[in-house]
């Protein structure tokens, strides 16, 4: 669930990344759980490393 509210957030590095695979013609289940490991391994690394959640810079 947390992966479909991502996709939605356009201004957010998943969203962008989920959109990039769709471009390159992967199917949305496929888009889908690449966002959702993708945000599970962030999740681990802040965990693991005990730091907090820093928003990414846009360019």
């Known amino acids: 669930m947390a992966s479909l509210s ?9 969203a962008a990344f989920y959109l ?3 471009a ?4 949305f289940k496929l888009a889908i759980v690449a966002v959702m490991r993708k945000l599970i ?9 005990g730091t907090d959640w820093r928003q990414p810079a846009q360019p």
């Open 6 to 14: 991502i996709i939605r957030g356009k201004s957010q590095p998943l």
């Open 20 to 22: 990039k695979l769709r």
């Open 24 to 27: 390159s013609g992967k199917p």
């Open 41 to 49: 391994v962030t999740i681990n690394a802040i965990i693991k490393s």
